[in-house]
């Protein structure tokens, strides 16, 4: 495994490479389209498909989407979107026990936040994998009917037990050879509820002895008494996923059928599917095809759904769109935004081979995009007070703040300047330490927008904290006016006016686990978890946050970039830290 980005200016890939050399050989220039799913039948009847290519991103509604699906999202859509074709968003709902309409609802919500939809002219093409369960069902029967499929009343562990290994050939099951007509009598059976759960399954009839394990004799439907979230109780029998999965790509007219790597052994039982169909006249040329890509590895972070269900499941974080959570949603609620991760897709590239992405590189992706779209303010994280000796008490005067220092067309601000403002705890030493060029006694600093003050001393409290620092400032040194750098200082700090600061609270994260890669040296990946992944504060900000709201994100200068959470009232200003200025991680 490496640990390295892939090309990032050239957003070429092998899967596009293969799609233009598709074009150039005109594949698909007379392939028809029915105007929605159908058979051959349905397909034969429509016109030629205007969409030069269709790809699908086809998500099972069984949790939310995370970081590894916007890689799969931007791959399926951008190449749809760059080939002047189509692609499917598509429920793959065939395995009803952990599946519903929230995380369908929540799949709909998070791929429109990524910017993508599913329009083509106008087509929606939003599916249901559950609409073609008739039509599977038909499927499974022609396979039936032509000697390709039997129903196997072996146990499942004698079905496991007579697969045999990579080194031993499987064993043919006694149920081998029954009869067409006795095998669709049991499955029309299966389907009228006539038999078990799990008493019989309908299997492909291919090959116990194969070198690929996926071609001996697959399972296709099995029996399952369990309520659909669309379907209800209409079905007591469900496809398995294998035998699925091709079947939803060629009714869809899905050219490129993309999918990561772990599914490349599947392919000649997908190929196998599909040509089947296709001499038994269900389905039409030309054929889907499957290609593979690597799956997105984070360090520091777990992608497998049955990790996520886990971690939200035992309150390990606060819910789905915990903060933390690696789910679109909570990297949404963390502030990380849709061109961060664009940009991040576009870095780490699309191969054909396993890699671990360094989760500094998502983070410095964000970093980048908001330094483009943040807006400027200040905040004091840590406040203690500085009272300016040689000011009077009802001294207030305006600084002028730029919103963003390097485009100053989106304006200036002010802030005012009083007797008493907070500064940083970090930003005073009262014995300073080796270079250290903030406020110390006897130290000149720079009030960032401000004036630059002296260091007169501090007062501490019976148990020796620090509670007040002393300064003067210097008349005529104030920032923007002429001569105001005739002092030289070495240290400029921010602040904010103790009489117009509001209070918030922020939540300063860090990476949800400790171990580069979680679960691998451990054994179990909740091992790993990190035990300060939150630090909650209180804070204050400058008075022109008073209207913040949730989602807005800013710079705090010094600190990094923060978006107002989705909690925030008028009264509770709640922020969330989304990525420090810089990597501090190690
Ligand atoms: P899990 O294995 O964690 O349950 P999944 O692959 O089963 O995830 P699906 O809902 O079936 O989740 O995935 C929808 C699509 O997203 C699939 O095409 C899948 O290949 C892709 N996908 C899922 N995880 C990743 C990942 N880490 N990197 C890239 N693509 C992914
Ligand atoms: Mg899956």
């Known amino acids: 495994m490496k640990n390295q980005t892939e090309s990032n200016d050239n957003p070429s890939n092998f899967i596009r490479a293969i799609i233009e050399k598709n074009i150039r050989h005109k594949l698909y220039e007379n392939k028809n389209w029915g105007g929605t799913p159908g058979d051959k039948n349905h397909h034969s009847k429509g016109k030629k498909d205007l969409a030069k290519i269709r790809t699908r991103f086809p998500p099972e509604p069984n949790g939310y989407l995370h970081i590894g699906h916007a890689k799969s999202i931007f791959l399926n859509f951008g190449l749809a979107k760059d080939f002047n074709g189509a692609c499917h968003l ?46 599977m069902y038909t499927a499974a029967k022609l396979l039936i009917q032509t000697g390709h499929a039997y129903i196997d009343q072996q146990s499942a562990d004698e079905i496991k037990k007579n697969r045999g290994t990579l080194t031993k050939p499987g064993i043919n099951s006694p149920f081998r050879n029954l009869s067409p007509d006795e095998n669709l009598r049991l499955f029309e059976e299966m389907k009228d509820t006539k038999h078990a759960d ?35 109780n209409e079905w007591c029998i469900y496809p398995m996923y294998t035998f699925a999965h091709p079947i939803e790509d060629a009714l869809e007219g899905i050219t490129h059928s993309i999918c990561t790597l772990e599914f490349e052994d599947q392919r000649p039982f997908y190929d196998w599917v599909l040509e089947k169909l296709l001499d038994n006249k269900l389905l039409s040329n030309p054929l889907p095809k499957q290609y593979e890509f690597a799956r997105l590895n984070l360090t520091y972070v777990v992608l497998s759904k049955r990790c996520l269900v886990e971690l ?14 690696p789910t679109l949603i909570g990297s949404r609620r963390r502030g990380y935004t849709p061109e961060g991760f664009k940009l991040f897709c576009e870095r780490i590239g699309v191969s054909k081979a396993d890699s671990w992405i360094d989760y500094s590189i998502l983070e410095d992706c964000m970093r980048e995009v908001l330094n483009i779209s943040s807006h400027r303010r200040i905040a004091v994280l840590e406040p203690l007070k500085l009272v300016i000796n040689n000011l009077p008490d009802d001294f207030e005067e305006e600084c002028f703040v730029p919103n963003h220092p390097q485009n100053l067309e989106l304006g200036k601000r002010t802030i005012k300047l009083t007797k008493e403002l907070w500064i940083e705890k970090a930003d005073f030493m009262e014995e300073p330490e080796k270079k250290y060029f903030r406020l110390f006694p006897g130290n000149q600093v720079r009030l960032r927008y401000g004036y630059v003050i002296t260091c007169t001393g501090c007062e501490k409290d019976k148990d020796g904290n620090i509670i007040k620092v002393l300064c003067d400032y210097l008349p005529d040194t104030k920032s923007g006016t002429p001569g105001s750098d005739s002092v030289k200082v070495k240290g400029n700090i921010h602040w904010v006016s103790t009489k117009y600061a509001l209070n918030a609270e922020v939540s300063l994260y860090d990476r949800l686990f400790k171990s580069e890669h979680p679960g691998l040296e451990s054994e179990n990946y909740l091992d790993d978890i990190n035990p300060n992944s939150i630090k909650t504060v209180k804070i204050k900000l400058e008075e022109n946050l008073a209207n913040i709201k949730p989602y807005d994100q800013y710079q705090f200068e010094r600190h990094g970039y923060f978006i107002c959470d989705q909690e925030s009232t008028s009264d509770f200003i709640k922020i969330n830290r989304t990525v420090t200025l810089r990597d501090t991680w190690k």
């Not at 395995?95 to 799949?107: A, G, M, Q, R, Y």
């Not at 291919?206 to 099995?222: C, E, F, G, K, T």
């Not at 939200?312 to 959570?325: A, F, I, L, Q, T």
């Open 90 to 135: 598509r429920f793959d709902d065939t395995n009803p026990e952990k599946e519903n309409d929230e995380f369908v609802n929540s799949i709909i919500e998070d791929v429109n936040w990524l910017g993508f939809d599913w329009q083509f002219n106008s087509e929606s093409n939003l599916f249901y994998a559950s609409d073609y369960f008739e039509l």
């Open 198 to 232: 799990g008493s019989m399954v309908l299997r492909a009839k291919i090959d116990m002895s194969s070198p690929n394990i996926n071609l001996r004799d697959p399972a296709i439907y099995r029996i399952k008494r369990t309520t659909h979230h669309r379907t209800f």
């Open 312 to 325: 939200v499941e035992k309150n390990y974080v606060s819910g789905w769109n915990d903060p933390r959570m």
